[in-house]
């Protein structure tokens, strides 16, 4: 009897203990959030931003998430971690990856001339017998640069816009165009980039393809362009069938009428200026629509690709969309400062900063966001605002958001 006793107690003490571990492990879990929510909670009271989200992720899935601000001011709309807004050029990510997804089933090969997919000829006018590549599109070497028109013909209002709006010109160059004068992307492609094309201007650069790195929208365009050619399957709908849907990013997409429009954010010149709704004709370079929710499932994936257990492509295709492609020769001005800028080195659109951090980073009226991870700690972040940083206290808070994020990435991954 008194054994008996004795073993009752010993449960008793031992199912005690278990649960004041669990409930330790569950304070020590939302003590760093709680706390990183507060203080991301006063950088948000500054104004700076009307609404943005953040995300810490590693490869095991999504540590932390969550939205402050106003997705719309007038009518007291929170932004949340489900708010979908479009996330500028951390879209040309996913033209990377489903370049690589083309070639694991044969339908193209990133050395292959782009004039074997074209309907019309890409010659660069300085050098005609050199042929332009799909790896020199993808690594911003082609010699295909954004002129004037690609800003002033691109950006297209949604329909029922007012007529204001119309004639709206963000930062004298970004022209909103009336919704009736959108165009296919073949014309707006074949109209910059063919010889006798009606806006063919200064897009070519003196410099031998796959000699220079110069950044490139245009040359991003084309490049999902080529894809469509070589699949048969327009762009966002081989995104959506080869990665969207495996990955559950049942947010997101490329235009209005493929979101639920009902959750997009308002976008802001500043705090007090509402933008249009605008798309982009050259959409697969900056016109992905997407939550910080499904941002989150997708950083993951990056990570675990990474380190070679990605789901969407194989091994082999990951280490060749991760490899470091260019080397110093390639750059006329390298950056060398900023260690989350894509533009110290880059794999198949995907950049490197100059500290081994990989992503991507993405701004365009009304928009800026960051997406980058650490390979070293297999830890990555994501921050989308929805209004424009035209000044140094915007930039400044927008790092600040960012190294936030980043003082409290390790405990959480604790």
């Known amino acids: 009897m008194i054994k008996h006793s004795i073993t009752i107690l010993l449960l008793i003490i031992m199912t005690a203990a278990c649960k004041n571990r669990k409930q330790t492990a569950q304070t020590d879990i ?15 009271k500054k104004g700076i931003f009307n609404g943005f989200a953040v995300a810490i992720v590693n490869e095991k899935g999504t540590l932390y998430q969550k939205g402050f601000g106003f997705a719309d001011i007038k009518n007291s709309k929170p932004y949340t971690h489900s708010t979908i807004q479009n996330i500028a050029s951390i879209s040309k990510t996913f033209v990377g990856m489903a370049l690589l997804k083309a070639r694991e089933t044969g339908k193209l090969k990133l050395d292959d001339p782009i004039n074997q997919y074209l309907p ?25 640069v954004d002129n004037e028109f690609y800003l002033t013909k691109n950006y297209i209002l949604k329909e029922k816009q007012n007529a204001e709006a119309s004639a709206l010109v963000f930062d004298d ?9 959108i165009i296919t992307m073949e014309e707006f492609l074949r109209n910059l980039l063919a010889e006798k094309g009606k806006w063919n201007k200064d897009v070519y650069l003196q410099n031998k393809p796959g000699d220079i790195y110069e950044y490139s929208n ?34 997101s997409n490329w235009h209005f009428n493929q979101v639920n429009i009902a959750d997009y954010s308002r976008l802001y010149a500043n705090p007090a200026t509402v933008l249009p709704f605008y798309e982009m004709i050259s959409y697969p370079d ?23 257990h990605g789901t969407i492509l194989s091994k082999e ?34 950049g490197f900063g100059y500290t081994g951090y990989i992503g991507h980073t993405g701004g365009d009226p009304g928009v800026c966001s960051l997406m980058f991870f650490d390979p070293a700690t297999k830890t990555g972040r994501i921050l989308v ?21 980043e003082k409290y990435q390790g405990r959480l991954s604790l």
Not at 317 to 327: A, G, I
Not at 332 to 343: G, Q, V, Y
């Open 218 to 251: 245009t040359g991003t365009t084309l490049a999902a362009f080529v894809l469509e050619k070589a699949t048969g399957v327009p762009f966002d709908q081989y995104t959506a069938e080869h990665i969207l849907k495996p990955l559950r990013m049942n947010a």
């Open 286 to 308: 900056g016109n992905f629509i997407t939550s910080v929710n499904d941002l989150s499932l997708y950083l993951t994936e990056l990570i675990k690709g990474y380190n070679r």
């Open 173 to 181: 160059t970004q022209v909103f165009n009336p919704t009736d004068s």
């Open 317 to 350: 295709s990951y280490k060749e969309y991760f490899r470091p492609q260019l080397s110093a020769r390639n750059f006329i001005d390298r950056n060398n400062k900023n260690p989350f800028s894509e533009s110290y080195n880059t794999g198949i659109f995907i």
């Open 385 to 405: 605002v929805n209004t424009s940083i035209s000044d140094k206290s915007g930039n400044d808070t927008f790092y600040q958001i960012w190294q936030t994020l």
């Open 30 to 44: 939302h003590e760093p959030k709680d706390s990183l929510t507060a203080e991301i909670g006063e950088i948000s």
């Open 120 to 144: 019309f000829k890409v010659i660069n006018p300085h050098f005609p017998d050199i042929a332009i590549t799909i790896r020199h599109l993808a690594t911003h070497t082609s010699g295909i």
